[in-house]
T-cell receptor, first 111, second 119 residues
C-alpha cells in the first residue's frame, strides 16, 4: 500500500503558484520523498526528490516539514501544460526498490 | 535525464495471441527494470521487477506464466503477454532507476508506455 495521502484534486489559475500537499506520517529515517507527474497517456515524469532539506530545481520546489511527516510541492508559476496527475511517493534509494504509486492529485490549471 | 524507450507505443491484437513489449534504456545500463500497468482512471500498479540475468520477481496476484519477462541485457527488458484476452487491455509502462555518481539510486525514469488493446 502507498505510504502517502494526497487530496484527489486541486485547481489552479494559470500563472499562480500551485501548492500540492502530501502527508507521509509513517516515513522512516532512510526514506526519501519523491514527486512525479503523469500527463494523460504518457509515462510518469520525475519532478524532484528530497530527504529532509528543502529542494529546488528548474521545475519545482519541495518543502519538507521538520518532522518529515508531510511535504508540499510548489510549482511557482503554473501553466496549462502543468495539468497532470501528481504523485507523492516515499521510498528508499536502494537499487531494487520499485516506486509504489498511490492515487495522486489531479491538478487542473485553467486560464 | 536518462531516456527509457518502449516499443511498440500501441498494439491491437486478437484474443488468444501473444504480444511482446520491449523496454530499452538508451543511455545508461539498468540491472533492474520495473513493469507497471495502468487501467483507465487508475494509478500505476507494479507488476514485476525485472533483473538482468535472472528471473523476474512478480507482485502478488500477477500471473508469471501469463506475463513473461526477460531481461536479456543491461539495456533491454521484454514483457510478453501470452494468450492475451480483452481484460489484459491496459497501458503498460516500464521504468529503470539510474545509479548516481555517489553510488545511490536516485530518480526512476519511465518509458512512454505501450497501449495494448485485445479484441
Amino acid at each position: 500500500d502507498a505510504k502517502t495521502t494526497q487530496p484527489p484534486s486541486m485547481d489552479c489559475a494559470e500563472g499562480r503558484a500551485a501548492n500540492l500537499p502530501c502527508n507521509h506520517s509513517t516515513i522512516s529515517g532512510n526514506e526519501y520523498v519523491y514527486w512525479y507527474r503523469q500527463i494523460h497517456s504518457q509515462g510518469p515524469q520525475y519532478i524532484i526528490h528530497g530527504l529532509k532539506n528543502n529542494e529546488t530545481n528548474e521545475m519545482a520546489s519541495l518543502i519538507i516539514t521538520e518532522d518529515r511527516k508531510s511535504s508540499t510541492l510548489i510549482l511557482p508559476h503554473a501553466t496549462l501544460r502543468d495539468t497532470a496527475v501528481y504523485y507523492c511517493i516515499v521510498t528508499s534509494n536502494q537499487a531494487g526498490t520499485a516506486l509504489i504509486f498511490g492515487k495522486g492529485t489531479t491538478l487542473s490549471v485553467s486560464s | 535525464g536518462a531516456v527509457v524507450s518502449q516499443h511498440p507505443s500501441w498494439v491491437i491484437c486478437k484474443s488468444g495471441t501473444s504480444v511482446k513489449i520491449e523496454c530499452r534504456s538508451l543511455d545508461f545500463q539498468a540491472t533492474t527494470m520495473f513493469w507497471y500497468r495502468q487501467f483507465p482512471k487508475q494509478s500505476l500498479m507494479l507488476m514485476a521487477t525485472s533483473n538482468e540475468g535472472s528471473k523476474a520477481t512478480y507482485e502478488q496476484g500477477v500471473e508469471k506464466d501469463k506475463f513473461l519477462i526477460n531481461h536479456a541485457s543491461l539495456t533491454l527488458s521484454t514483457l510478453t503477454v501470452t494468450s492475451a484476452h480483452p481484460e489484459d487491455s491496459s497501458f503498460y509502462i516500464c521504468s529503470a532507476r539510474v545509479m548516481s555518481g555517489t553510488g545511490s539510486y536516485n530518480e526512476q525514469f519511465f518509458g512512454p508506455g505501450t497501449r495494448l488493446t485485445v479484441l
